[in-house]
């Protein structure tokens, strides 16, 4: 089955700092990315996805990129803000059901 | 706007009882997901389901049973609750289509003392 890697565990930035998170993935046949950013106490929101006939993708201040060859795919928040610090998910999958999940990501932002 | 409810934000059983957590969804999705979470482990599945009366097993399943007998509701059901059940226990749903997200309940934390 898929296996979703994801890179670093916690990540402190500075507000105005940009922010990457690197996901690495094992099944070559997964042809959708989405990312979900879980406030505390909250659920999980879908915040951008990308599908793998699409190299990157922007929405603002986040942009996801694809990289087929090497089955790994990244998020990049630019002018991080306070208001983005949350556990963010990666997750990829093969098919039409089921996600698999990285481990997430903690990214806190100080003012 | 998707909505998806879950029955409880907050419950707390005893060892040995049987629990049931429900999740009710309003856009007519056929795929309906039950995780678990916890801290530095992400998101596991344990079942889901694409259809009513249809479910598979995910990553977790040991413990857990699960009931889709309409295709809003989806049940996860606690034979004999232990205490290495406690947990965040989160819903979610999604179209059968490529490429549509799952979208996700509040979720149940669920204590067993």
């Known amino acids: 089955g898929e296996n979703v890697e994801q890179h670093p565990s916690t990540l402190s930035v500075q507000e105005g700092d940009s922010a990457v998170i690197k996901c690495t993935y094992s099944d070559s046949a997964s042809n959708y990315f989405p990312w979900y950013k879980q406030e505390l106490g909250k659920r999980p929101q879908l915040i951008i996805d990308i599908r793998s006939n699409v190299g990157e993708k922007k929405d603002q201040r986040i942009a996801v990129t694809l990289n087929k060859t090497a089955k790994h795919f990244s998020l990049h928040i630019t002018e991080t803000q306070p208001e983005d610090s949350a556990v963010y998910f990666c997750?990829?999958?093969?098919?039409?059901?089921?996600?698999?999940f990285g481990k997430g990501t903690m990214l806190l932002v100080s003012p | 706007d998707v909505k998806v409810t879950q029955s409880s934000r907050y419950l707390v059983k005893r060892t040995g009882e049987k629990v049931f957590l429900e999740c009710v969804q309003d856009m007519d999705h056929e795929n309906m997901f039950w995780y678990r979470q916890d801290p530095g482990l992400g998101l596991r599945l344990i079942y889901f389901?694409?259809?009513?009366?249809?479910?598979e097993k995910g990553d977790i399943p040991e413990g857990y049973s699960v009931s889709r007998e309409k295709k809003e509701r989806f049940s996860l059901i606690l034979e004999s609750a232990s205490t290495n059940q406690t947990s965040m226990y989160l819903c979610?749903?999604?179209?059968?289509?490529?490429?549509?997200?799952?979208?996700f309940g509040d979720g149940t934390r669920l204590s067993i003392l």
């Open positions: 389901s694409y259809d009513v009366k249809m479910k």
């Open positions: 997750a990829a999958t093969p098919g039409y059901s089921t996600l698999t």
């Open positions: 979610a749903s999604s179209l059968i289509v490529f490429g549509q997200p799952q979208h």
